[in-house]
């Protein structure tokens, strides 16, 4: 009787290889903590305050904003003027969407390097980001507005964490709290919050202050920071990942409570979202997304019985 051929050693190091590039991938994608908060969600109810992304279907999808060829970077939604607002940063441009994603302005951007994000901050006051230079950037935008120049606005400088063209890709206002937070996209990934920037009470000192949570921001299973959403209702944090497809919601201790994928199959979707780069929610929690280089989808959760 034949004994049984050992494996040779070859196999067994090749095999031990290819173990650890799939562990190394696994951990590099996230793959292993989003699976992890996937199957805690199967036995764990849902929140009563979650948003609930994962409700979320698609109403819009893909559509190409006509006009526009270049990359759109973020979306913010203005509800005063009932429209939302996003950059371009080739040309660079301020433009103003109606909700069904139909141009309805375009004011240019002068002096404002790389913007990579826009923030309604409240009545016709928003912030830019310009990416390249780490800077926030208060703009004031009237009606008959057709250009913005830099050197005009109230503007500051992170200049924290300056790696080449991964810096500020997101921003979210809490109007209560006077909160701006600021994604850093990756290289570290972070959310910064900044307190005091704009300056909204000319009758007090102006004083910023800038901390972040990395518990919270170690806790997000994703690979990049695209955009950012806060929520006044719940005072949850959403947050958009583009290499990942999957928008997160954040807990007021930066916890996630939900996800809503970009895959296509998911939500409703036929397609994947190519490049997730923007989203905005509006007052009746409508969620709108842009994608570069110029797509526009709406989600919209289903009446519950």
């Known amino acids: 009787m034949r004994r049984l051929a050992r494996p040779k050693p070859l196999i067994l190091i090749l095999s031990v290889i290819a173990l650890i590039v799939l562990v190394a991938i696994g951990q590099y994608l996230r793959l292993f903590e989003r699976a992890w908060f996937?199957?805690?969600?199967?036995?764990?109810?849902?929140?009563?305050?979650?948003?609930?992304?994962?409700?979320?279907?698609?109403?819009?999808?893909?559509?190409?904003?006509?006009?526009?060829?270049?990359?759109?970077?973020?979306?913010?939604?203005?509800?005063?003027?009932?429209?939302?607002?996003t950059v371009t940063n080739k040309n660079a441009e301020l433009i103003e969407m109606s909700l069904d994603g139909k141009i309805l302005r375009r004011v240019s951007l002068i002096g404002f390097g790389d913007p990579e994000a826009v923030e309604f901050i409240s009545a016709d006051t928003y912030v830019v980001t310009d990416e390249s230079q780490q800077r926030l950037i208060k703009i004031h935008l009237e009606k008959?507005?057709?250009?913005?120049?830099?050197?005009?606005?109230?503007?500051?400088?992170?200049?924290?964490?300056?790696?080449?063209?991964?810096?500020?890709?997101?921003?979210?206002?809490?109007?209560?709290?006077?909160?701006?937070?600021?994604?850093?996209e990756?290289?570290?990934?972070?959310?910064?919050?900044?307190?005091?920037?704009?300056?909204?009470?000319?009758?007090?000192?102006?004083?910023?202050?800038?901390?972040?949570?990395?518990?919270?921001?170690?806790?997000?299973?994703?690979?990049?920071?695209?955009?950012?959403?806060?929520?006044?209702?719940?005072?949850?944090?959403?947050?958009?990942?583009?290499?990942?497809?999957?928008?997160?919601?954040?807990?007021?201790?930066?916890?996630?409570?939900?996800?809503?994928?970009?895959?296509?199959?998911?939500?409703?979707l036929k397609k994947t979202v190519p490049q997730a780069e923007g989203i905005a929610m509006d007052d009746d929690g409508t969620l709108y997304l842009v994608s570069e280089p110029n797509l526009f989808y709406t989600f919209k959760k289903p009446p519950q019985p």
């Open 186 to 268: 990756r290289d570290p990934m972070l959310i910064y919050e900044v307190q005091g920037f704009p300056h909204y009470n000319p009758e007090k000192s102006y004083a910023v202050h800038v901390v972040n949570n990395p518990k919270r921001d170690a806790g997000m299973f994703v690979r990049d920071l695209s955009s950012l959403q806060y929520d006044e209702r719940s005072g949850h944090l959403m947050a958009l990942s583009d290499e990942s497809r999957l928008i997160m919601e954040l807990d007021v201790d930066g916890r996630p409570l939900s996800t809503m994928s970009l895959n296509g199959g998911r939500q409703g």
């Open 144 to 184: 008959d507005t057709t250009f913005l120049d830099a050197a005009d606005a109230e503007q500051m400088t992170l200049g924290v964490h300056m790696s080449g063209n991964k810096g500020f890709e997101g921003l979210a206002y809490d109007s209560v709290g006077k909160r701006l937070f600021v994604a850093k």
């Open 38 to 85: 996937n199957l805690h969600t199967l036995w764990q109810p849902a929140s009563e305050h979650s948003i609930g992304l994962d409700q979320y279907r698609v109403v819009i999808e893909a559509q190409v904003i006509d006009g526009l060829d270049d990359d759109v970077s973020a979306l913010t939604y203005d509800p005063v003027r009932k429209s939302l607002f």
